[in-house]
């Protein structure tokens, strides 16, 4: 299968292998690889994915999208990655919330987010793709941050042979605990480095580096390439398309739905990543009637799904679910790529750049909400389903879980649709410990990570996550703040 940018309006596209686009991760031109046609999902594949492992599930699914690796290696990668060492419990475990609602957990991984059920596999990936492409430079990872990307980053990628990774992240940004994650982050080939501004600047940094041919060119003098592990990257959105799949399957062996039934997907999201990776598996055959795109009090996605338009020229908030605090959703290029054409794509994205927005048709917006619906929350009303969920369901969640439930909530009380709904769950609570004591009313003893983990644990009779239980252990190793003028420096260093 070949792959082309998002913006390639020529008659003959540049197509390039899985292998290649991995390795870029972005595109010369500034747009995003995707695939020049799809695979499909017959019904008769979902009834034999039921009867596999979650690893079987992800090689059987990512072999359709990566026709140019190996089968076996790919096998062995996914077994490997999707262990019970690295998941304990299982990758993707459904739990039953009330009535229609189903939280897809996410979170067993390493680092205790979504972000490890790509970024543990696509590390595996991008070595395979060295080595197909005959690439003996070090490949330079570079990696904007809201939170969690960087942590799962920074571990799938440690002590990768050839391959070194930097990551971004705004400096007031992120949760303590998931600044500790990082800046303590073991591994020999591993930098870390705060931005004095929100996500979008470390963003914004990123990809003007990967677009600066002067960077490029010292990065070659040194040995060297950019590439990422953002989900601009399709090997690392293309594992994200498993775990839908996984779910339907999962329901249908728990006898909840039966093969060919539709469901809904509700996904907490900031840069439309995970969500578009829903919409991937729909467009390939997989039954989801809606998708409900959940944002925080930072509702750029709601309000484009909603008027056509998409501003980021708004104000900025910081909110207990940062990992969603995003103005610029760059995964939102795909969908309107796979909804329209290259030309399009070009010009609205050059429409962002230049103007920080840019509006779709009538008839390109009309298409969008007969699959999408945007709902949002503001910081008291994910507060609110905190608590609720947790004294009427007994089930604790992270604010970003919250988002998510509570917009599911919302889109059922609205359009009184009662179809199965997969909300994805996408954080332990224990990341964000202090928010969702202060939600439970729960008194915080001190500021200390240790102790506030403690004090949650100890209201809910929930463990601490043994990843964050050892993340309090180690010492600090990456101190470093910069000015987003002085990224392409600290990305060059070394």
Known sequence: MNYRSTRDTAK?????????AIKRGLAPDGGLYMPEKLPS??????????EMSYDERAAYILSKFLTDYDKDALAADCKAAYSEERFEGGAAPLRHIDTSLYSLELWHGPTCAFKDMALQIMPRLLSRALTMTGERRLARILVATSGDTGKAALEGYRD???????VFYPVDGVSRMQKMQMTTQEGGNVNVCAVRGNFDDAQ?????????AECARRAEEKGMFFSSANSINWGRLAPQIVYYVSAYCDLIADGKIKNGDKINVCVPTGNFGNIFAAFIARRMGLPIAKFICASNSNCVLTDFIRTGEYDRTREFFKTMSPSMDILISSNLERL???MSDAETTAGLMNELKVNGKYRVSDALHAEITSL??????????????????L?????????????????????IAETGDDTVTVVASTAS?????????????????SDEPADILKALSNATGTDIPKPLARTLTLPVRFDKTADPADMPSVALGK
Not at 160 to 166: K, Q
């Open 204 to 212: 914004n940094g990123v990809k003007a580096i990967f677009s600066d």
């Open 41 to 50: 999902l017959e019904s008769s594949e979902i009834n034999s994915l039921i």
């Open 336 to 338: 309107i790529y796979m």
């Open 12 to 20: 003959t596209p540049a197509y390039v292998s899985s292998a290649e």
């Open 391 to 411: 004294e009427r369901d007994g089930y604790l969640i992270d604010p970003h879980t919250a988002v998510g439930l509570g917009c599911a909530r919302k889109y």
């Open 372 to 389: 999408f619906a945007g709902y949002c929350l503001n910081e008291s009303e994910t507060a609110g389903v905190i608590k609720d969920t």
């Open 160 to 166: 990768v042979d050839g391959v070194d990774i930097t």
């Open 429 to 445: 609570p224990y990341k964000f410990a202090g928010d969702v004591c202060r939600s439970i009313g729960t008194e915080i003893p």
